[in-house]
């Protein structure tokens, strides 16, 4: 916290007071430490287009994608592709196991595009305010 306040120009404890007030209020929603992702495997970007959209299959293809760990952010989009996923897995054995297991076995899915990150050239954790 000393180090923050120094920047900000506040003491430490109101420094603390006021960072604990961003976590209460909703602002700071976790403290996080970043792992170089080409350390631990691939990284591989998937966009999801549905064949039937309904607010059920929607549903419970956001549950599911809640309780796999490999992937770590998922969005819906707006345009072509309704689901863009980003995961991180061991190797592409790893993630082939995974595609065939949990998206070309559900029929609301009617095509994936898989890319895999082989370089990353920018990425930032920081919200500009």
């Known amino acids: 916290m000393g180090q923050l306040g120094e920047q900000v120009g506040l003491s430490?404890?109101?420094?603390?007071?006021?960072?604990?007030?961003?976590?209460?209020?909703?602002y700071i929603v976790s403290d996080v430490s970043l792992v170089d992702?080409?350390?631990?495997?691939?990284t591989v970007i998937t966009a999801l287009r549905f064949e039937k959209e309904s607010r059920e299959t929607y549903d419970?293809?956001?549950?599911?994608?809640?309780?796999?760990?490999?992937?770590?952010?998922?969005y819906t989009v707006t345009g072509d592709e309704d689901f863009i996923?980003?995961?991180?897995f061991a190797d592409m054995a790893s993630y082939d196991d995974w595609i065939n297991d949990r998206v070309l076995t559900n029929?609301?899915?009617?095509?994936?595009?898989t890319n895999v990150v082989y370089r990353r050239v920018k990425f930032e954790t920081a919200i500009p305010l």
């Open 60 to 74: 419970a293809f956001k549950q599911e994608i809640s309780r796999t760990s490999e992937i770590v952010q998922c």
């Open 107 to 113: 029929p609301a899915i009617s095509r994936s595009t």
């Open 85 to 88: 996923l980003i995961g991180h």
């Open 37 to 42: 992702p080409a350390r631990i495997g691939i």
């Open 12 to 26: 430490e404890p109101a420094t603390r007071r006021r960072v604990n007030r961003l976590r209460s209020d909703g």
